[in-house]
């Protein structure tokens, strides 16, 4: 059983730490700024400044970023690539309750969630999370760093850039591309391509920010 630690400690954490127990992995606790508790059973070691002596004291060689995405920062990219200078490595993640088809390409420390569908010809990059119930059809590109919000729905041939926030339910349609660092709201329809960075809110989807 391979041993794994989770960075952060927040509900993304927690919701984490239940399918990493899925997936057989041993999660041996997990760092955050303070002190949450016991999540599920799991301890907490400390700051993230403890991670290189836990790694050696347990034998746990392996990550996983438990700090969840809300806006178009590359905060968990940064924290992936930190960690990674300490020696741990991040693997996949990927729910036994999610439905990963032929032909998909995933990025390291990327996490496919329950209820999750990814069909073939997609490419995912890394430190994205594919969330609870949403979908990313045939022949998509997303880049790293990217959060597919819970029940979003990104349908074939879509081209997704770095850092961007696709929200709750969001609706992307066939063979649209969307800049890198756009939030897209939750419930918005995009049926255009989005070329500049930013906002976008509303069926269809329209520029605030």
Do not use: W
Not at 13 to 23: G, R
Not at 82 to 90: C, E, I, Q, S
Not at 132 to 139: A, F, G, L, P, Q
């Amino acid at each position: 059983m391979d041993k794994i630690v989770v960075i952060g400690g927040g509900g993304h954490a927690k919701v984490l730490i239940s399918i990493l127990k899925k997936c057989s992995y041993e999660v041996v606790g997990y760092t955050d700024h303070y002190d949450r508790g016991s999540i599920l059973g799991v301890s907490y070691l400390g700051k993230d400044s403890v991670l290189k002596e836990v790694g050696k004291e347990s034998r746990a060689h392996l990550a996983v970023v438990g700090i969840g995405k809300v806006d178009c920062s590359d905060a968990r990219l940064r924290v992936q690539e930190d960690v990674k200078r300490l020696g741990l490595a991040f693997p996949i993640i990927t729910s036994p309750r999610a439905s990963v088809n032929e032909d998909v390409v995933l990025g390291e420390g990327t996490v496919v969630f329950d209820g999750a569908v990814i069909n073939s010809g997609a490419r995912i990059g890394k430190a994205c999370i594919i969330n609870s119930n949403s979908t990313v059809e045939h022949d998509c590109i997303i880049e790293d760093d990217v959060h597919i919000g819970p029940g979003a729905a990104v349908s074939g041939g879509v081209e997704i850039g770095h850092h961007c926030m696709i929200g709750v339910g969001a609706s992307i349609c066939h063979g649209v591309t969307i800049a890198s660092r756009s939030l897209i709201g939750a419930g918005a329809t995009v049926s255009r391509n989005i070329q500049d960075s930013g906002t976008y809110v509303g069926t269809p989807a329209r520029k605030i920010l």
